[in-house]
């Protein structure tokens, strides 16, 4: 039997009226795989990310996340969601709740968990991603690095199959990077089903099954780290990675 | 002077009626502010479906009724309506009028507060799951309500002053009833009673709202 994709979009195309944004793009995650996506600001690492849980609608092309065929209108999109978590580059934390309200919020309106099963679960998650004592802060009481973690956490405590990340530690101050890259290690070591956009080579190097690389809405190639990073077949690959090793 | 303004006698005679008369301020206020903000919620939540079939009409409908004056609109639903076959009484007119006028001005508040919130958030809420409902209710509005809460109240306030307007259409609310007992005192006093209560109630609103400005101020800094 041929394994199968935990993830699978063919021919993704996106346009945003007069702009392609993504020209036909296919890709296929296993489970457990940690799959990195590089490439220049404006390629469409974004949209194609977005694509995969429908936060945008691609305008053609087929995603099929965890058996679920995310484009047929029949899909229950928001059930679907659940299984597919997001991380974001601005945390996008609801500032108005405690950490602990954040991660609860849909256990209790989506996962349909009672309050107390919710917290119980909430704070599982806090303490997977080391803020177990932080639960009662808000996000303005919290640092980048940590705002960053209990957004991890609102995601994977409604046990994802799969994690989205979009640029997660681009907005934070450097000395914070550190504990994010280290929740996303041990969240691998867990065997989540990882996608990474993301510009942290070293990460990569280390963590990373694959690396894509995308310019203009297109997968120019892909394969492991080393190979990518050491031997591109592409000149634009070899452009930009010797451009982001400059930095 | 004082005798005219501030008889002593006319105050305990047009007590009782001056009091009915807030008793009725206050009802219609109770009345017609929470009627503005359901009718403001509504136009502010259609709003944010961004159809052109739908955000066209609201438009020109908040548009029509916040330029039309809140006095003209009350009279004419209440001398025009009966020619229409509807007789509808003061109070219903008066609540009609402001369910019209100040829910605009309402609408229009409440969807500068949904705007203010980043639509990161509602992504956020619709990647965990949310429908676009649960995230207006639980992320959005929350926010956007509090970042125009001083809107929202010197709104409020504009409302609460306009009950008076209630008067043109024999809604015995302060005025009405201060100017009736003006008519059977031949005196003034009830008048200036009606100002200072108006005064009284209206105060501790501004005083609060004063404070709330000053907070979001200090929080934009
Ligand atoms: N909602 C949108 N409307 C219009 N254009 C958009 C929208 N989102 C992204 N784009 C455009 O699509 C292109 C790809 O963006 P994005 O996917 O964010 O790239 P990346 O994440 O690789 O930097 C950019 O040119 C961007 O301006
Ligand atoms: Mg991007």
Partial sequence: MVQKHIV???????????LHVLKGVDLQVDERELVFVIGPSGSGKSTLLRCLNRLEEPSSGSVVVDGIDMLDPKTDINHARQRIGMVFQSFNLYPHMTALGNVTLALRKVAGKSRAEADTLARKALERVGLADRADHTPGQLSGGQQQRVAIARSIALEPRVMLFDEPTSALDPELVGSVLEVMRSLRETGMTMIVVSHEMGFARNAADRVVFMDDGLIVEQGPPAAIFENPAHERTRAFIGQIQRH | M??????LDIIVAAWPIVMSGLWNTILLSLIVVPLGLFGGLILALLASIRHPLVRWPLMAW????????????????????????????GFACVAIAFFLNTGSYYGEIFRAGIDSVPNGQVEAARSTGLSRMQAMRYVVLPQAVRNVLPDLLSNTLEVVKLTSLGSVVAVPELLYEARQAQSLTYNPTPIVMAAVI????????????????????????
């Fill in chain 2, 198 to 221: 108006y005064f009284l109630i209206l105060w501790p609103l501004v005083r609060l709202l004063s404070r709330l400005e000053n907070r979001a101020l200090a929080g934009r800094r």
């Fill in chain 1, 8 to 18: 699978e979009a063919r021919g993704i195309h996106k346009h945003f009226g007069p």
């Fill in chain 2, 2 to 7: 004082i005798q005219t303004f501030f008889n």
């Fill in chain 2, 62 to 89: 908040v548009d029509f009724f916040r330029a039309f004056p809140p006095l003209v609109l009350l009279v004419l639903l209440f001398a025009g309506l009966p020619f229409a076959g509807l007789e509808l009484g």
